[in-house]
């Protein structure tokens, strides 16, 4: 598998060379698969993307090489703006937002509703990432309706406040690509855990999380999952006065079917990972 464009699933075999190698009516032994070839190449892809046995690269797209890159890192292949035309939207705090409808050069329509339609024009640099399903965006459903809900495309210069310039900023040093095109947060299929009581590892999906509270070291709630992204989960705490922790995920220790636990007490988690912007690659390490 070489990865993912948004519509295919792309391979590095010719069709003829699939149907030689490995069309069959049975699942095929594993030995059989295990080729001084494929574990040369195993070895290969394992060394250039470390994660890929949970998360398959964002594809470029031409050749058959295995020079693909993954849309977490800078200078990456991004999800290209014409292919997020009519894909669903959510907002950050999980919201159905409708559809996207265009892609303009400084911001994205979205309509919501079927018969009473209502139209938001959302700058580019509030959009989020990919998740495989949904364009994410980094505001609220509330604060998009308050400030993009509108029945014509804004001018570029009523979105140019000086929070949006600094948000751009932000966003252009983490991810110079994103004028090309939107990062992927690839949807992992899940985290594995040891158990404390029996030894045994649990695989647990990430979407299982998604909504679920997340409690400290010192046994304090701390909010709910609302957001799983490539290096961290978003938790989201209060009604009102809302705070957002970024944990890296290499944090999480345990998950009951109620609650995420993770190995830091509540004082930490505030101290460290309280924030209103996503955090860096470089500040995650």
């Given amino acids: 598998m070489q990865g ?30 295990e080729t001084p070839e494929y574990l040369e190449r195993r070895t290969t892809i394992t060394k250039q993307y470390p994660d890929f046995e949970t998360n398959i690269p964002a594809y470029a797209g ?8 993954t849309t ?10 014409d292919k997020i035309i009519h894909r669903k939207v959510k907002s950050s705090d999980n919201e159905d937002m409708g559809k996207v409808e265009s892609v303009a050069p400084s911001y994205v329509e979205v309509r919501e509703g ?24 980094s505001l609220t459903k509330d604060v998009m309706k308050d400030r993009f809900e509108r029945d014509s495309p804004p001018t570029e210069s009523e979105f140019q406040t000086e929070e949006y310039m600094e948000h751009r900023r932000k966003v252009d040093s983490t991810y110079p690509q994103f004028i090309h095109g939107i990062p992927w947060m690839a949807k992992e299929p899940g985290v594995q855990l040891q158990t404390e009581q029996s030894g045994e590892t649990l695989t647990i999906s990430w979407e299982e999380v998604i909504h679920k509270r997340v409690k400290t070291t010192d046994n304090l709630d701390i909010g709910d999952i609302q957001l799983v992204g490539n290096e961290f989960i978003v938790v989201r705490q209060g009604e009102v006065k809302i705070r957002r922790y970024y944990i890296p995920k290499s944090y999480i220790t345990n998950y009951d079917g109620s609650s995420v636990y993770v190995a830091a007490p509540s004082v930490l988690v505030s101290a460290k990972f309280e924030r209103e912007t996503e955090p860096t690659p470089e500040e995650i390490k």
């Fill in 4 to 33: 993912y464009d948004g519509d295919h699933i792309w391979i590095s075999q010719t069709k003829d060379e699939v149907k030689s190698k490995f069309e069959g009516e049975k699942h095929p032994p594993a030995s059989t698969l």
């Fill in 62 to 69: 031409g050749g058959t090489s295995a020079t693909t890159t």
């Fill in 72 to 81: 977490t890192a800078a200078g990456s292949v991004p999800m290209p703006w």
């Fill in 114 to 137: 079927s018969v009473h339609k209502k139209r938001y024009f959302i700058p580019k640099y509030y959009v989020q990432g990919f998740d495989g399903e949904h364009i994410r965006t």
